[in-house]
């Protein structure tokens, strides 16, 4: 098996080659690729040093059976038909095939059997990673969904700088030590502290403050990536007419996105039995406060706060956090191949 991994130097190509190395996933042989700006270094694999590949070389698919994408949309939209003409199946994290409607989008413990058959193979040849805040969202959504027939709900993220990113992470942490040497000036003149340092990735200064504007604005005021929430989730559930009230807040944390949710469903609904159906649900967990410092490196999405609301028996408050970079990218993708191969959509080349 011949792995590619585009965005390997990136920071989901950097959770790619580790849980494609400690998961064991079956490739004999990765294919490590970047830009041009990469290319020629050298990253760690299995304990060898692997020449980094550019995506423009003419070869790089040569021979390669499952390509992982995490190099932006633009980047997908162009060069993932290349690998599928190359003979490999590509499992996209971008959001460039997301909505399409032969690309199947696929949260693996929640819509598995979207993914295909070896007698229906997904007709593009692709298969779409969603958005990290959509993801995370649809473990606790889909476990209530199955036993309350789910409505619509309302989703206020707070979000990592590392949903934007290394350059993300990059910029929130040049910001803290000269804002904390500001001092008083962090009471008395924020607007002031704020100017002390540049901001390019996220649109105000995130250090010691909260960003209520995550995205290029779309339609109607809202996001993209409100609007990732609201068309994804939807696909994902194979609800249409689910209503989705979205607002996106980049906080100052450098990886784990939070979403404080609350969410309607046909029948009544109590904390007690809400937790009984999310309780033992694949890849989540039940934590009475979760937070997402807690939670950044690890697997599972964590769920708590979980409260009836107090006017209404048909909905539910509760509080999810997930590793933006792990579950929200490269441990589904990576859960996504190994599925693929469980259902005998990929089988290595005869080279
Ligand atoms: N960060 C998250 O939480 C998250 C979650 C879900 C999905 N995603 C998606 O995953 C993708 C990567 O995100 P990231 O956070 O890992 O970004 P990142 O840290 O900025 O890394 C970007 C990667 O893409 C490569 N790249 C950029 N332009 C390229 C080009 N023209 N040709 C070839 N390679 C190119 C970069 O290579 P160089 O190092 O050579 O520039 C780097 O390896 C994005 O599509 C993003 O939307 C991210």
Redesign the pocket.
Known sequence: MRVAV?????????DLRRLLEERTFPCDEVVL???????GGVLPFRGRDQV?R???DRDVFDGVDLAL????????RE?APRAVEAGALVVD???AWRMDDEVPLVVVEVNPDTVGTPHRPPPKGIIA?P??TT?TAMLPLKALHDAFDLVGFTATSFQ?A???????IDELAAQIEPLFAAGDLLRSDGRSAAKLVEHHVHEATLAFNVVPLLGAEAADGYTDEELKLVNESRKILGLPDLVVTPTCVRVPVTVG?SIAISATFQRQVTAAAALSRMEGFPGLVVEHVPTPLEFAGRDEVAVGRVRADLFDPHVLNFFVVGD??LK??ALNTVQIAELLLARGLITAKQR
């Open positions: 585009v965005g390997a130097t990136g920071a989901v190509g950097r690729v970047a830009s041009e700006r990469s290319a980094i550019a995506l423009t994408f995490s190099a932006g949309g633009s980047t997908s060069h994290n971008s959001s990673n958005n990290c993801m990592a590392g949903g934007a990113g290394q350059k993300g996105h933006n970079l929200g990218a």
